[in-house]
Structures are given as structure tokens and as C-alpha cells.
């Protein structure tokens, strides 16, 4: 299986950008991972938030194949402990799924045409993150997930 990460806007923040460099190093050595950043739509008072969402919407299902499975990071999806995370990103291995989607969002979230391609959503908290902040977020829960399949010691160090 391969995974690939999708992201709205490139990240700004430097201890941001060397965090998340970490984690898809980290990531590499148990599955073939890539990140994808699409260029950010600019906000424009003659756009609206839902037009906004739709150009962003374009150009992510542009990058998907049919037989990819989408997984979005949304406030509206599941919330899993780091333990059934884990689970879930094992069995798309055990089920022999080739290529892992898991995106990002704008600062709107997605567009109803890509909540609707999505294969499952996933929530990190009720709480809010900045969306730049939770790449990094959700790197480490990557990379903390192969670590739990493979029985290494970092999920309790």
C-alpha cells in the first residue's frame, strides 16, 4: 500500500514545515509516502466560501482515481484513539488497498462534491486546529500508527 497526503496551501510556519519533514521521513520507512501540496486558493471578497471550497474541490478529485480510497480529515467525521487509528490504517494494508488518499482541507473544510467521493472521514477532536497545524498532527498519528502495528516502543515512550 502507498500512501499519499493531500494539502491545501503550502505550511508558512518554518517549525511547522521542519516537523512535518520529520514525520514523512519517519513514515517512509514502513510504506511508500508521498505529499501532495495543491496551490492555495487565494480568499477574495467576490468569492464566496462555498465557491471557495468548490475550486479547491476541483482540483483534489483531478488527483484521485476511482479505485483510490479517499479518507478526509473533516470535524464532522470519526473520532479513534491512536490505538483504533492504528487498526484503521491496518486493515486498508491487510485488505489490500494499493493507494491511501488521506486529506487536508482549506481553511472551509471541502466541497460537497468531495465529501461525497470521500471513503471515510476522520476527526482528530471536537476541538479546532489551525489547518496548517494539524498536517503536523496527523503525520505523527501516522507515523505513531506503524509504529503500534509493528510493536515498537515509541506509542508509550
Given at each position: 500500500?502507498?500512501?499519499?497526503?493531500?494539502?491545501?496551501?503550502?505550511?508558512?510556519?518554518?517549525?511547522?514545515?521542519?516537523?512535518?519533514?520529520?514525520?514523512?521521513?519517519?513514515?517512509?520507512?514502513?510504506?511508500?509516502?508521498q505529499?501532495?501540496?495543491?496551490?492555495?486558493?487565494?480568499?477574495?471578497?467576490?468569492?464566496?466560501?462555498?465557491?471557495?471550497?468548490?475550486?479547491?474541490g476541483?482540483?483534489?478529485?483531478?488527483?484521485?482515481?476511482?479505485?483510490?480510497i479517499?479518507?478526509?480529515?473533516?470535524?464532522?467525521?470519526?473520532?479513534?484513539?491512536?490505538?483504533?487509528?492504528?487498526?484503521?490504517?491496518?486493515?486498508?494494508?491487510?485488505?489490500?488497498?494499493?493507494?491511501?488518499?488521506?486529506?487536508?482541507?482549506?481553511?472551509?473544510?471541502?466541497?460537497?462534491?468531495?465529501?461525497?467521493?470521500?471513503?471515510?472521514?476522520?476527526?482528530?477532536?471536537?476541538?479546532?486546529?489551525?489547518?496548517?497545524?494539524?498536517?503536523?498532527?496527523?503525520?505523527?498519528?501516522?507515523?505513531?500508527?506503524?509504529?503500534?502495528?509493528?510493536?515498537?516502543?515509541?506509542?508509550?515512550?
Amino acid at each position: 500500500m502507498r500512501i499519499s497526503f493531500f494539502l491545501i496551501g503550502k505550511t508558512d510556519k518554518e517549525y511547522l514545515r521542519q516537523g512535518i519533514l520529520l514525520y514523512q521521513e519517519r513514515i517512509s520507512h514502513y510504506v511508500p509516502f508521498q505529499t501532495k501540496v495543491f496551490p492555495d486558493v487565494k480568499r477574495n471578497i467576490k468569492r464566496t466560501e462555498i465557491e471557495h471550497k468548490n475550486t479547491e474541490g476541483t482540483l483534489l478529485l483531478k488527483s484521485i482515481k476511482p479505485s483510490d480510497i479517499l479518507v478526509l480529515f473533516d470535524e464532522q467525521g470519526k473520532e479513534y484513539s491512536s490505538l483504533k487509528f492504528a487498526g484503521f490504517l491496518q486493515n486498508f494494508m491487510i485488505s489490500g488497498v494499493k493507494h491511501l488518499v488521506l486529506a487536508v482541507g482549506g481553511p472551509y473544510g471541502f466541497s460537497e462534491d468531495v465529501m461525497k467521493r470521500a471513503n471515510f472521514k476522520v476527526s482528530l477532536s471536537r476541538m479546532t486546529f489551525p489547518h496548517q497545524l494539524v498536517r503536523l498532527i496527523i503525520l505523527e498519528q501516522i507515523y505513531r500508527a506503524f509504529s503500534i502495528i509493528r510493536g515498537e516502543p515509541y506509542h508509550h515512550g
